[in-house]
Structures are given as structure tokens and as C-alpha cells.
């Protein structure tokens, strides 16, 4: 079966700090993989969309950048962090190749507190 | 483009309650619809989904169904437990790069 992790679970960073998250899926190849954020009693914004190793497909210009060196691992990077960087980072991931191609599977998340 | 409303909550309800949050969405062509649920602290889960007009998706109680008339994919549970409380999101997918667009989620507060 497939499994999702991302790390690390929570994490505390100062502004102008730099910062990188990881994500890694399991028991699948080939996935199209997310990375979204969820501020504080908000929905859910698409930050970057991967499709394969090195193609990268940003959905909102921001400090943010996204990577992804192995096909099966997406980071998610930042040079420098500002305050309204804050918020919980939730990676996903899907298949085109089941029936339904477009529901996602989410990671645990990962909590972001830039002080 | 592609979008999706929910109802605004909290929504609070007594054990044993009817639930009902409302969702419609716009889109082109012939989207899937989602319903996900995130209980405090964790991601999102995949609770139920529907790829076709009329279909009815249901899993752990709940139930939704694709109204194409109406663009409607409404989530309902007969009886609501402290369990349940948590926040839901209702999604669509369209061809493409398969992308979800979500709505801004509905949190559910289930009392004793």
C-alpha cells in the first residue's frame, strides 16, 4: 500500500530564516505530487504541482520555491521566511493511473510558526 | 474557471442530529466531486467521492450525491457523533494536470 511522509511534523523558524520541508511517498511510482497551505481557519491554497523529476508548476508567486530531486520526493523551500509564511504546510499526491485520476492522498502536514 | 462553496460554519449539533452541509460548485466540463475530512492536527482525509452525474458516494455514514441540475453534491449523515466533529472539505477535479479545487471548508462541532 502507498504511504505519504512529511517532516518535519512541527516546526518554529525566526523571520528571515531559511526553511525546507520534505515529503516523501511510498509503494507508488510516477506521482503527480502537491503542496499545499492551509493558514488559520482558512481553506486550502495550491502552492506547487509536480508532474515528474524536475518539472515544477507554481500556482501563486510568493518567497516560496518547490524541488523535486527523486521521483518520489518534493521539497518545499524558502531563502528567506516571513511572518505570513506561517501556516500548515500539507503535501498530497495522486495517480493518473486509477479510475479516478484526480482525488489526492495528504500527508500528516507539517506546522509552521515563523516568529 | 472551476469553483467551490460551501457553507460557512461552525455547524454545531447535538449527538444523534441530522447533518447536513451544503456544497455547489462551478465548472467546466464533467468534474469529480470530493468530500474530505480533517480532524484536529492531521491532514486531509478522503471521506467519499462521485465521478458522474446522479452517482452517490457514502463511506462511515455519510453520503453525498452528484446533482448535475443543480451543481450540488451536499453531504448528509443521519446521525452525527462527537467523533465527527472536524473540519470537511468538498473538492472537484477536472481534467487537465489533475489539480483539486477545494472549497474553504465547514467545521463540524458535535456535542454530547
Known amino acids: 500500500s502507498q504511504t505519504i511522509h512529511q517532516w518535519p511534523a512541527t516546526l518554529v523558524q525566526p523571520v528571515g530564516s531559511p526553511l525546507s520541508l520534505e515529503c516523501t511517498v511510498e509503494g507508488t511510482s510516477n506521482p503527480n505530487l502537491y503542496w499545499y497551505r492551509q493558514a488559520a481557519g482558512r481553506g486550502l491554497q495550491l502552492l506547487f504541482y509536480s508532474v515528474g523529476i524536475g518539472q515544477i508548476s507554481s500556482e501563486v508567486p510568493q518567497n516560496l520555491s518547490a524541488s523535486r530531486p527523486q521521483d518520489r520526493q518534493f521539497i518545499l523551500s524558502s531563502k528567506k521566511l516571513l511572518l505570513s509564511d506561517s501556516g500548515f504546510y500539507l503535501c498530497?499526491?495522486?495517480?493518473?493511473?486509477?479510475?479516478?485520476?484526480?482525488?489526492?492522498?495528504f500527508g500528516p502536514g507539517t506546522r509552521l510558526t515563523v516568529t | 474557471g472551476n469553483s467551490v462553496t460551501q457553507m460557512e460554519g461552525p455547524v454545531t449539533l447535538s449527538e444523534e442530529a441530522f447533518l447536513t452541509i451544503n456544497c455547489t460548485y462551478t465548472?467546466?466540463?464533467?468534474?469529480?466531486l470530493f468530500w474530505y475530512v480533517q480532524y484536529p492536527g492531521e491532514g486531509l482525509q478522503l471521506l467519499l467521492k462521485a465521478t458522474k452525474a446522479d452517482d452517490k458516494g457514502s463511506n462511515k455514514g455519510f453520503e453525498a450525491t452528484y446533482r448535475k441540475e443543480t451543481t450540488s453534491f451536499h453531504l448528509e449523515k443521519g446521525s452525527v457523533q462527537v467523533s465527527d466533529s472536524a473540519v470537511y472539505f468538498c473538492?472537484?477535479?477536472?481534467?487537465?494536470?489533475?489539480?483539486?479545487?477545494f472549497g474553504k471548508g465547514t467545521m463540524l462541532l458535535v456535542s454530547p
Open positions: 473538492a472537484l477535479g477536472t481534467s487537465g494536470y489533475s489539480t483539486l479545487t
Open positions: 498530497a499526491w495522486n495517480s493518473g493511473q486509477t479510475s479516478t485520476p484526480y482525488e489526492q492522498y
Open positions: 465548472a467546466t466540463g464533467y468534474p469529480s
